[in-house]
């Protein structure tokens, strides 16, 4: 906590300094262009700045949900939210921060509930060969990023939120920007009961209820600095944040007032980074500590006040990242990417037996440039050592193909190799934690048509691709006789699916329109040929927004397919989740520096689970505030 205070202590000396401080024009540091290779553009997906600062009050798993092709698997508002990228696990979705992995070493995944949008300014997905760079996404990769800020001068954006369910938000980012420094400290905390009412139909006669227990309150401080100097640049920040969630009973069992269920996390990510350009390349060191606390808590009681559940988790997790990244350009279009990483591991757990660690040394290499005119080639190939051994060597391989008189349709076909080393839940849990877990290995072919075109203010971007995997020593708990569960390697998983992506935009005078949708078939099957549980073979989403001025009309649709919550072949009704389409608008209002904004979520009341058993809120209302100065 001293820390902490030392770093705000340390902004606000900054922003002292500002009013004797003479402004310079800006100087871009950047090294000699080149036009980014085709093929290593193919796999990967940024989604728009501008939508991001509108959506930056809500949560990571929320905007996945309604703009991307990512399954989130959620438990409502204030539970856990996991990916599922492309019919896989949330353990197969690698989510890296400024090029960190975030994925907890012991679970091996990350809770997208806890990420505000906020807290980022750039998000990319990768897939396929794209996600070459790091082991972990056999599925996919989700890629958070902040950006550089220089010469904008003095920095205040502030926002309120309140909505049903008594549900707070409060955001603040402030700062300075001078030409070559930057101070900036960003601070939020949300909060709500939670306690919408439902239709519970895991009691009989149904009933009508509120949700009780589940209320929640996170918060959380990201300072930051910057400093540019000739071809260099530093930048340090520290993501620091905390969350208290109570954990409401499932339904069939609401009536049980005898639990005490809640989970306590927190974590400090804290990293530096040094950049420097030449004409030619440039080479980026960085060095990350993270810190992570991981508190669960469950005890029943029986009618006379007799404990029968005692479950009081605790796990503290440091991690340690050294990264050193070279880029250099070859000759003509050709360039070269080589990257050594070294990750550390140390996780104290009462769920273990003594403190448990890893380190994994990374080296990877990347070439890309063109073969021909029309033809862009990338090829990569990482060696990882896990503890000093050698985990094997993985290739990937990505061509694209510009269409030379179909301007604008480029075809990307891609291959890759990838493998995920077992959590340290998976290896050391006590008791079933299985120490002879083999990695799990993946090798995807896939393919995407990508067309883009634009006529005066009408513009357009689609893309369709197709997928096919297969992940070796898929690695599922199963139950045992001893009445606990044991990870093992059950066998080979087959993923195929098919993607859909298309956005326009149009302008005219005074009216702005662009919309934007996604659809993903995502077959996943075990050898039986069973699809997995809670991966839907369907979903899909749609966005649009209409500006008139200083007014603008958003509509957002969602919809998710049926899914299925049991690998029982001869499983009835009640193992299956119907499938559910919800409806979001807003509206909005900007006046001076001031945006006001008014949100109705599914507007036609749906009545539906994500989860089985678990509620989940029907219409609901939020209206918030915002100045930018």
Known sequence: MKKLFVLLFLVVSFAAMAQDTI??????VSADAIRQNQAEAAMERKMDTALLKRLNTITMSQLLIQHSPVFIK????????TASFRGTTASHTLVLWNGFQLNAPTLGQVDFSTIPVFMTEQVKLKWGSGTSANSGGLGGTVNIENEEHFGEGMILDLKQTYGSFNSFGSYITAGYSWASHLVRVKAYRTSSDNDFEYNNIGLIPHQVMKQKKADFVDYGIMPEYQWRFRKSLITIVSWNQWSDRNCPQIMP?????????????????NFISYKTYWNTGKIELKSAYFY????YYLQTYASNGTPVTNINSKNDANVLHEIVDVNQDLYKSWKLNAKVQLDYEQVTSN????????????????LMGKLLKPIDLRLTLRNDLVDWESAGFFPTATVSYSFIYLKGL?????YSHNYRTPSLNDLYWNPGGNPDLKPEKGHTVDGNLVYSMKIGDFSLESQFGMYYSEIS??????????????PENVATVIAYGVEAHLKVNYNIYNWKFSASGNYVYSNTTDKRGLQLIYIPLHHANAFAELRWKTWNLTYTMEYTGERKTSMNAN????????PYTLHHISVGKQIKKFNIEFKVNNITDEEYMAILWRAMPGRSYEISLSYKL
Request: proline content about 3%; glycine content about 8%; aromatic content about 18%.
């Open 23 to 28: 402004m310079l024009r800006s100087v871009e």
């Open 74 to 81: 959620t438990y409502g508002p204030g539970g856990v939210a």
């Open 253 to 269: 069992n609401v009536n049980n007032s005898n639990t005490k269920e809640y989970t306590e996390n927190g974590y400090s990510r």
């Open 292 to 295: 992570e606390k991981q508190h």
């Open 351 to 366: 769920n273990y037996k003594g403190i448990k660690d890893r380190n994994t040394l990374s080296f990877y290499a990347a």
């Open 410 to 414: 480029k075809l990307n076909v891609g």
């Open 473 to 486: 020593d898929w690695i599922q708990w199963v139950p045992t006789t001893y009445r606990y569960w044991v």
């Open 571 to 578: 499983e009835f009704y009640g193992f299956r989740l119907m």
